[in-house]
């Protein structure tokens, strides 16, 4: 996955990180937080604040110890929010921590760590699909379809930390 986009949903006034899958067309749309998106947009613009971000605090923290993140996969949906899972490696050690997603993109753009999402989570978002008895999901992910189909850059507004 790439960071494909960065923007500001009008409707919600929200921070939308939109994720596209490498060589495909599948995307995956993340609202999150506006503390992340600024770290996100800072690193995909290559500018360096003056003072360490906590990302970049992250990143020295987890080089210093010798560690070094491999993989970044957003690897499901509990309760409308997305799950993340870092895999470190260290020495002979594996690691595999539970992160927000916003957090995760930010360290693996800081990192040149690359970002998987499950297959599921992309079916999900292209179909719509769901276990049964959660229509509410099912309305959620008809909604997102709607949006998606309709999205063009005016309708997602350019985040300016």
């Given at each position: 996955?790439?960071?494909?986009?960065?923007?500001?949903?009008?409707?919600?006034?929200?921070?939308?990180?939109?994720?596209?899958?490498?060589?495909?067309?599948?995307?995956?749309?993340?609202?999150?937080?506006?503390?992340?998106?600024?770290?996100?947009?800072?690193?995909?613009?290559?500018?360096?604040?003056?003072?360490?971000?906590?990302?970049?605090?992250?990143?020295?923290?987890?080089?210093?110890?010798?560690?070094?993140?491999?993989?970044?996969t957003?690897?499901?949906?509990?309760?409308?929010?997305?799950?993340?899972?870092?895999?470190?490696?260290?020495?002979?050690?594996?690691?595999?921590?539970?992160?927000?997603?916003?957090?995760?993109?930010?360290?693996?753009?800081?990192?040149?760590?690359p970002?998987?999402?499950?297959?599921?989570?992309?079916?999900?978002?292209?179909?719509?699909?769901?276990?049964?008895?959660?229509?509410?999901?099912?309305?959620?992910?008809?909604?997102?379809?709607?949006?998606?189909?309709?999205?063009?850059?005016?309708?997602?507004?350019?985040?300016?930390?």
């Amino acid at each position: 996955m790439a960071v494909a986009h960065l923007g500001l949903d009008r409707t919600s006034n929200t921070p939308v990180v939109i994720l596209r899958e490498d060589g495909g067309e599948r995307t995956l749309p993340i609202w999150i937080g506006a503390p992340e998106a600024a770290a996100i947009a800072l690193e995909l613009r290559g500018e360096k604040p003056a003072r360490p971000m906590t990302h970049d605090l992250l990143k020295a923290m987890l080089t210093g110890l010798g560690g070094e993140l491999r993989r970044v996969t957003i690897a499901g949906l509990r309760d409308n929010t997305y799950l993340a899972k870092l895999l470190v490696y260290r020495g002979e050690a594996i690691f595999e921590l539970d992160a927000r997603p916003s957090d995760s993109i930010a360290l693996a753009l800081r990192t040149n760590t690359p970002i998987f999402a499950s297959e599921e989570l992309l079916d999900r978002s292209v179909t719509g699909t769901e276990e049964p008895g959660h229509e509410a999901a099912r309305d959620q992910a008809e909604a997102l379809k709607r949006f998606l189909a309709r999205l063009n850059p005016e309708d997602l507004g350019r985040f300016q930390p």
